[in-house]
């Protein structure tokens, strides 16, 4: 097959949508390795080592690339399916186009985005999607969530599971472990969020339950891994006053090999997040061997599938029992490693890759997905 991908999210630093267009594309290439990906971005590729085809060309603003370049280049490359893992497509398709899109919290949760995004995705996205061929979603409950939201033929709408990256479960070596950590400053005992910070993510709630949490049990540390996201300030303003702002670790944006010492070293993943369409943190902790606490509703109790700790996004005493327990059980960080570990293993961005791909083929042919690629 001959694929045009919109590639604007593998860029240096990414995070959710970025790895997820990077990890998928890695395994279509193991999957399929004579299918031409023609990656295109309005601005330079710096960051991609598979092999692809690049198209251009440099456009300073991606809405308008999007809705110019890319029609043009479904004309002019003749692919079999244009793929845009970033909700937005053109408003009008020149080829098969399938979108993912990753969850609904722009219209769920408005608030927690800035004005542009919220009149961009509100007032398009509708439009666009009834206009491409197929979408996939990463979850059941993004699926449910999507159709709720906006009229379309449930038939192409496809559920499919992300994975972690494989090679988060491989270990480091101890020296490169012990340098890491001491270049992020990480305490011997911590309690660990992985996340941009945004208000989506429920930080503040996760920092004013730690205080409690904090109290109790005088050795434990709160370490918050994540890069800067639209209104910080707010949970940089709970970081500071709180009573345990000492005891709070910030490491900002941090490698893949940082990131899979973060998860080792930690006494649990806390990711009590308010709405997510997948949430790959719950599954790259269960990879490493971390026990995970996470939200009920959305798509985490699903992609947890009773292998997390399960607690009320919005209710403080249930996000402090959980972490307590946490704390203090052995015994049940061990029955929650064991069960992330067998749960992280039944996804693979292999069989990601493999129902991705049988989208593409179907709407290639003119055909609707079929219930076989849903996961």
């Avoid at 004579?34 to 991609?48: C, G, K, W």
């Avoid at 722009?106 to 061929?133: C, G, H, M, S």
């Avoid at 990256?165 to 490169?176: G, S």
Wanted: charged share 25%; net charge neutral; with cysteine.
């Amino acid at each position: 097959m001959r694929i045009l991908v919109d590639a604007t999210t593998w860029v240096p630093g990414r995070t959710g949508i970025g790895l997820y267009t990077e990890r998928l594309l890695r395994a279509l290439r193991t999957h399929a390795p004579d299918d031409e990906l023609i990656l295109a971005s309005n601005l330079p590729l710096t960051d991609v080592d598979i092999d692809v085809t690049r198209a251009g060309p440099k456009m300073p603003i991606r809405a308008a690339w999007m809705q110019t370049a890319m029609p043009v280049h479904g004309l002019i490359k003749r692919p079999d399916v244009a793929f845009y893992p970033n909700y937005m497509a053109p408003l009008l398709p020149t080829c098969p186009t399938v979108v993912t899109v990753h969850d609904m919290a722009v219209f769920l949760y408005p608030e927690t985005f800035t004005w542009k995004k919220r009149v961009l995705q509100r007032a398009l996205l509708p439009a666009i999607l009834k206009r491409v061929d197929a979408i996939v979603t990463p979850s059941h409950a993004s699926r449910r969530d999507l159709l709720k939201l906006i009229d379309l033929d449930p038939r192409r709408v496809v559920p499919i599971h992300l994975a972690a990256d494989p090679r988060l479960a491989q270990p480091l070596d101890d020296t490169t472990a012990s340098r890491i950590a001491a270049e992020l400053d990480l305490p011997e005992r911590y309690l660990l969020a992985v996340s941009t910070l945004e208000p989506r993510k429920n930080l503040v709630r996760l920092i004013e339950a730690f205080e409690t949490v904090g109290q109790r049990d005088k050795d434990v540390q709160l370490v918050l891994v994540g890069g800067k996201g639209w209104r910080d300030d707010g949970i940089r303003r709970a970081i500071q006053k709180s009573s345990m702002a000492d005891r709070i670790v910030t490491t900002g944006y941090v490698t893949f090999d940082a990131l899979r010492v973060v998860y080792r070293n930690a006494i649990a993943l806390c990711y009590p997040s308010l709405y997510e369409g997948f949430g790959l943190p719950v599954v790259e902790a269960m990879a490493c061997g971390c026990p995970v606490l996470t939200s009920r509703g959305s798509s985490l109790d699903e992609v947890a599938d009773d292998a997390a700790l399960v607690v009320e996004a919005t209710a403080i005493d249930q996000i402090i029992d959980g972490m307590t327990n946490l704390v203090q059980s052995a015994t049940l960080r061990d029955e929650l490693r064991e069960k992330g570990h067998a749960r992280a293993a039944r996804l693979s961005w292999d069989r990601t890759a493999k129902h991705t791909r049988e989208v593409f083929a179907c709407v290639a042919d003119g055909r609707l997905p079929t219930t076989s690629q849903q996961q």
